[in-house]
């Protein structure tokens, strides 16, 4: 009897064993279907969750106030899933038409397709009472006026509080005052609706670290003016947030399309002035008298706006979604990608607004194509020396979410969503000029985000959906592990200084470059003095860097983004894992670009029209580089090189990017439509 028992209770046990194991290879056969149905980024949040865990060995640079609460709050927050994002990298080598054939299209960009691990935050609204903004905007003599003859014209069909929404809400994070500001569209609507909008109205506030807006809180600011010799010097004055900016501009309500007047999609950067302070630019466009589009920049500490003058093509009567990018090694002038595709780069004179072209395409007509502007473009968070290490002296790195616009892709009749991509800019001492690539494009993301409906609260899919990257607020490495300064030293890499502070990387990293330096050691201590009299940097084998950042996580960065669903939004989230993931993409260094990058000419300050070499320096640095390639890279030099530059036909990355939208959008309308069916009575 007893034996029986024990066989029943054995039964029992290897029967409940079995439906385990059925469920468990049951919901992993689901999770397989399901994630190659929609993408990750797709999914909810309840379908990834997890920490993010910060490393307890904190070195280096100290971190600041807010990064050290913000990481306080990303460590035990729950709330964070884990992101897998495809990044395309075109071959140079590849024909356009290879990836065009039907039959080639999905292997090709496989091919040319790397999955990125990343981490987003929950998104964070950020909600106010518009009431007193709607009375800031009546009290302005002329937006009143305004605001009246409107509503003569477009008879308001909801009670004057619904009739202003705000969204686009752009930010950057004042270091020196430790507070957000924010520059975002405040629309006024008679109807009530954000697609109807007669005027709109550039609207600051202010936000502390944890998003909290701080009303009627008074500033003191600094910006630049001209005295009366020239020179420019210091100006300081107060500033009370929240307020309305006093904009000019033209509003006819009984001409042409009767709206869409004032200041539309506003960016913001900071620019570092020449007497060392932070002065946040907003830039936007702006319906001029001529009933013309214009973009214009805004410095709403001085209160100063000029027309950025460009001589573009007879064509082009609207000018938008230009994406401003600044370099450090020159502030006073203001770059913008004008154009995605084909690449067209603009400068601007930050105190003239005059602008020139800095790379241009006569083949843009002004036909604008799927991928625009989002964000505003910002370089590695990392020091100075660090960047000249790795990428070479002459080239600067910049990230930025742009954002594609597919119409009748699977979801209502139009969807945009984020795209990261990532922007070179590369400097030539022989002419004085600067060359741009775009090496990296992404698929849509959403970030896991919740992206409210256009018309329908209950099918989000039923009017136009709409998700998109307003600024990049803050990026910054927040904890630094195992400094890399030693590690350069034992190389003997030509920018080692006993004085030199750089940014630092994990453990990993330094145990490969200690694992590769003894090849180095007897190198002649003259041509070494050589090198690093230079003072510019040789950059090192692609793959070098590339197999080094991968693979691990050395960088622990946070970047917040600030978003707008449906136009009548503004929400925030946190990135993680960008650093790391940008890093391992060997397209961002030298040996894969089409021109040389190792003139030693460019400095800290602007840029040179002439240049001094060192003859005898170019065979050291071939030996510099082949070294680091051999010892840290080994592998067959034929690997395909990832990069692509736009030229008058789309590249294969921005191609294989737009298709996998695409992708994107039939899998989100999908789970929208069975959703909406499941929920229905």
Request: charged share 20%; hydrophobic share 35%.
């Amino acid at each position: 009897m007893f034996r029986g028992q024990c066989s029943r209770k054995q039964a029992g046990v290897l029967g409940l064993l079995a439906v385990t194991v059925f469920s468990v290879v049951f919901l992993v056969s689901c999770r397989i279907k399901y994630s190659e149905t929609i993408p990750l980024s797709a999914v909810p949040w309840f379908a990834q969750t997890g920490k993010i865990s910060a490393s307890s060995q904190t070195a280096g640079v100290p971190t600041d106030r807010k990064t050290q609460s913000v990481w306080k709050e990303v460590q035990s927050n729950t709330h964070f899933m884990d992101l897998s994002l495809m990044v395309f990298g075109g071959t140079k080598e590849q024909n356009h038409k290879e990836v065009k054939k039907g039959g080639r299209r999905k292997t090709t960009c496989e091919k040319i397709g790397t999955a990125v691990s990343l981490r987003s935050s929950r998104h964070q609204y950020l909600t106010r009472d518009l009431s007193d903004a709607g009375a800031m905007v009546l009290q302005n003599e002329r937006y009143g006026r305004y605001i009246n003859e409107s509503d003569k014209v477009h008879k308001p069909k909801v009670e004057r509080s619904k009739r202003f929404i705000q969204f686009a809400g752009a930010t950057v994070w004042l270091e020196q005052h430790q507070v957000h500001l924010m520059a975002s569209r405040l629309m006024y609507t008679p109807s009530g609706k954000p697609n109807k909008a007669t005027t709109s109205f550039l609207f600051m506030q202010l936000f502390d670290k944890e998003w909290h807006e701080l009303k009627n809180q008074t500033l003191e600011i600094s910006f630049e003016q001209k005295d009366s010799q020239g020179q420019m010097r210091e100006v300081k004055r107060k500033l009370t947030f929240p307020y309305v900016s006093n904009i000019a501009f033209t509003a006819n309500y009984h001409k042409g399309n009767k709206k869409y007047f004032g200041p539309e999609d506003p960016r913001i950067i900071l620019r570092k002035s020449s007497l060392g302070f932070e002065e946040p630019i907003v830039v936007f466009n702006l319906k001029t008298k001529s009933s013309k589009r214009s973009m214009f920049m805004y410095k709403p500490f001085s209160e100063k706006m000029k027309h950025l003058r460009l001589n573009v093509h007879s064509k082009i009567t609207t000018q938008k979604n230009w994406a401003p990018f600044i370099n450090d090694l020159n502030n006073d002038t203001i770059f913008f990608v004008y154009s995605l595709n084909p690449l067209v780069v603009a400068s601007c004179d930050v105190h003239s607004g005059n602008c020139n072209y800095s790379q241009k395409d006569n083949s843009f007509t002004g036909t604008v194509g799927p991928l625009r502007g989002g964000t505003q473009f910002v370089q590695l968070p990392l020091s100075k020396l660090i960047k000249r290490a790795i990428f070479g002296a002459n080239r600067s790195v910049f990230i930025g979410w742009a954002r594609a616009h597919l119409d009748k892709c699977g979801c209502g009749p139009a969807m945009y969503r984020p795209n990261l991509v990532v922007l070179l800019q590369d400097y030539h001492a022989n002419n004085n000029s600067y060359t741009y690539s775009i090496p990296e494009v992404s698929e849509y993301t959403d970030f896991g985000m919740e992206v409210r409906s256009w018309e329908d609260a209950k099918n989000a899919c039923a009017g136009r959906s709409v998700l998109i990257p307003n600024s990049i607020i803050d990026w910054r490495v927040s904890s630094h592990i195992n400094t890399i300064n030693t590690q350069i030293e034992k190389l003997k890499h030509p920018l080692h200084s006993e004085l030199m502070k750089v940014d630092s990387i994990s453990k990993t990293l330094k145990e490969k470059l200690h694992a590769n330096s003894k090849g180095y050691e007897n190198t002649d201590d003259s041509e070494h003095q050589g090198i690093h009299q230079r003072e510019a940097s040789p950059a090192v084998s692609s793959k070098t860097w590339a197999s080094l950042f991968s693979g691990s996580s050395h960088f622990e960065d946070l970047m917040s983004l600030s978003l707008s669903s449906a136009d009548s939004d503004i929400s925030v989230i946190y990135v993680s894992g960008l650093m790391n993931a940008v890093l391992s993409l060997p397209s961002l260094y030298a040996d894969h670009a089409s021109h040389s990058r190792n003139d030693p000419s460019i400095t800290d300050a602007k840029p040179h029209s002439t240049a001094s070499t060192n003859a005898h320096a170019t065979p050291i640095v071939d030996k510099v580089r082949s070294w680091w390639s051999r010892k840290l890279a080994p592998g067959p030099p034929s690997s395909p090189v990832r990069g692509s530059y736009f030229a008058h036909k789309p590249p294969s990355n921005l191609m294989c990017a737009i298709e996998a939208s695409r992708s994107y959008c039939r899998a989100y309308g999908q789970r929208i439509s069975h959703h909406h069916k499941d929920i229905q009575p």
